[in-house]
């Protein structure tokens, strides 16, 4: 049994839990400064997944990040994301990483443009939205912070950095895709971006509490 010191050094580690390597770079951009040491799920590669049941974004980040908390007694940081087009009734929201349960960002890339055909450039609009929570093991602490970009969906995709559907959305007010942005920019706009600002101000007041 760990004592009390060692659980609570364990929980000023941050834990960033999420296999996608493009949101762990953001997010360690992002919280670059804070006086937490970041750890990766590649630390803990024997716990499986959880099954996200969430009927929100913010359902599913707090159920990823107290999932993980608990099998690692670290603070954890869970996110989830995804893409809303307004033509498609909001689709594929919640369900971005598993639309048409295809295998590939490309594939899930080929098949909405396609739902989208015929559909003028002026009427494809969309936004990203992002929630991200916080959950201590020893504090207790359950903290969600969220948000969001809008934009329109690109005829074709465009560009290869980011992830996702990165290459096929333009935010407003700019004429490139994320994917054709520089990752610089792009930790500014993006709605994850702007999530973790918010998370970045909390932590920063949080810790020296």
């Known amino acids: 049994m760990m004592s009390n010191a060692q659980l ?20 360690k951009t992002a919280l670059e ?14 716990i499986p997944p959880p099954v996200e049941t969430g009927g929100t974004y913010g359902e599913n980040a707090t159920l990823k990040a107290t999932f993980y ?3 690692t007694g670290r603070f954890a ?16 929201g919640i369900l971005s990483a598993r639309f048409g349960e295809v295998s590939s960002d490309q594939e899930r890339i080929d098949l909405l443009l ?17 929630a ?3 959950v201590h093991p020893v504090s207790g602490l359950v903290k ?27 935010p407003d007010g700019h004429g490139l895709t994320f994917g054709e942005m520089s990752s610089e920019v792009k930790n500014i706009i993006s709605h994850r971006a702007r999530a973790l600002a918010n998370v970045r101000a909390f932590l920063k007041g949080w810790l020296q509490r």
């Open 33 to 46: 400064g804070i006086p937490v040491s970041l750890r990766s799920l590649e630390d803990f590669p024997f």
């Open 144 to 170: 969600s912070f969220e948000g969001e970009v809008k934009g329109m969906i690109a005829l074709t995709p465009k560009g290869s950095n980011g992830f996702g559907y990165d290459s096929i959305f333009i």
């Open 8 to 27: 609570e050094a364990q929980s000023t580690e941050l834990l960033i839990a999420t296999w996608n390597p493009g949101k762990v770079s953001e997010i």
């Open 69 to 71: 908390s608990r099998r």
């Open 132 to 134: 991200i929570s916080l």
């Open 77 to 92: 940081l869970a996110d989830d994301s995804g893409l809303e087009v307004g033509d498609l009734d909001g689709a594929p």
């Open 114 to 130: 396609k739902r989208l055909s015929g559909i003028q450039y002026e009427d494809r609009w969309a936004r990203f939205v992002c």
